[in-house]
């Protein structure tokens, strides 16, 4: 079973850039079939797709947040990270990774967010 | 306002059955899967449907999903207050290019 734990600073200064990263276990990041994903939820809202990168290099992001996002993986340490850059008040969220099992081809993916980690809080603030 | 539209609540009696609708459009449930999530308080999202109808292992058959041309309803019988949750649909958006959830519906047993 995959597991995965987010890690990474509770509070960033605004214009700073957010970094968090995300341990699997229970399997490898190389594992072909999964893009590994990063996802957030403002306080009392729903969820927001951010992106995610399969084990190849492909990355796929949100449009809305492309310009700021970089996700990337680390399969020596079974980790993948992501780096939101600029932040404001409006990045303060609760980020979840997690696995998504599916495949992308010609700008179109199918798939479903198989497993997920428990979440960190993060909260832009001077 | 989310692209997918989900009704914000719903509620039932223990034991009823209860049903959340998952409205898109062309460019997103009516050409691609639809999965389903439900997010206990103070938890992360769990994985309850895939591919529209499709349980993972250990979720009940109490829980089934379906899809027609553009809308996917999630359904749940046999209601239990432990299933008082947050439920989120989502798909891939072919013309945004973006993975997409529904705004959530509250689920309330009553």
């Known amino acids: 079973q995959v597991q995965l734990q987010e890690s990474g600073p509770g509070l960033v200064k605004p214009s700073q850039t957010l970094s968090l990263s995300c341990s699997v276990s229970g399997g490898s990041i190389s594992s072909g079939g999964y893009y590994w994903s990063w996802i957030r939820q403002h306080p009392g809202k729903g969820l927001e797709w951010i992106g995610y990168?399969?084990?190849?290099?492909?990355?796929y992001y949100n449009p809305s947040l492309k310009s700021r996002v970089t996700i990337s993986v680390d399969t020596s340490k079974n980790q993948f990270s992501l780096k939101l850059s600029s932040v404001t008040a409006a990045d303060t969220a609760v980020y979840y990774c997690?696995?998504?099992?599916?495949?992308?081809?010609?700008?179109?993916?199918?798939?479903?967010?198989?497993?997920w980690g428990q979440g960190t809080l993060v909260a832009v603030s001077s | 306002q989310s692209v997918l539209t989900q009704p914000p609540s719903v509620s039932a009696a223990p034991g009823q059955k209860v049903t959340i609708s998952c409205s898109g459009s062309s460019s997103n449930i009516g050409n691609n899967f639809v999965s389903w999530y439900h997010q206990l308080p103070g938890t992360a999202p769990k994985l309850l449907i895939y591919?529209?109808?499709k349980r993972p292992s250990g979720i009940p058959d109490r829980f089934s999903g379906s899809k027609s041309g553009t809308s996917a309803t999630l359904g749940i019988t046999g209601l239990q207050t432990g299933d008082e949750a947050d439920y989120y649909c989502g798909t891939w958006d072919t013309s945004l290019s973006t993975v997409l959830f529904g705004g959530g519906t509250q689920l309330t047993v009553l």
């Open positions: 990168i399969y084990n190849s290099g492909s990355t």
């Open positions: 591919d529209n109808n």
């Open positions: 997690a696995s998504w099992l599916g495949h992308c081809s010609g700008g179109s993916c199918w798939g479903y967010f198989q497993h």
